[in-house]
């Protein structure tokens, strides 16, 4: 039986490398999601734990570049370009903020409508 290896991503910042886990970046995305009005994972996020969560946001490294990629819901009414924008600034700001660093891209796939 295999174990599940976990990956990890060296961010160079002005004092040298800081050495981060994926989970680490796929929770400051999860979270920012949880944070921006008009967006969820799912029809119910409050029930949604740490775990579930995580397995919500793909984080890839494509030639040192990396990647967050997620699959939400929006609020029936809101503007979906508007609020999927809101999520990828807050994800970018978030990332800048804790980690200094911003990903290459922040990928939102719209999966769905929140009842009002």
Known sequence: MKGVESMSYNL???DGVV????????????VAVQET???AFTQDDSKLQEKQMVKLVKVED??????????VHIKYGMSII?????VQERIAQDMENMLAFQPQAINVRVIGLLKG
């Open 12 to 14: 160079n910042n002005a």
């Open 19 to 30: 050495n981060v886990s994926q989970q680490v970046i796929e929770v400051i995305a999860g």
């Open 82 to 86: 508007k609020t999927a924008g809101k």
């Open 62 to 71: 494509v030639d040192g570049a990396i990647t967050v990629s997620l699959s």
């Open 37 to 39: 009005e008009g967006i």
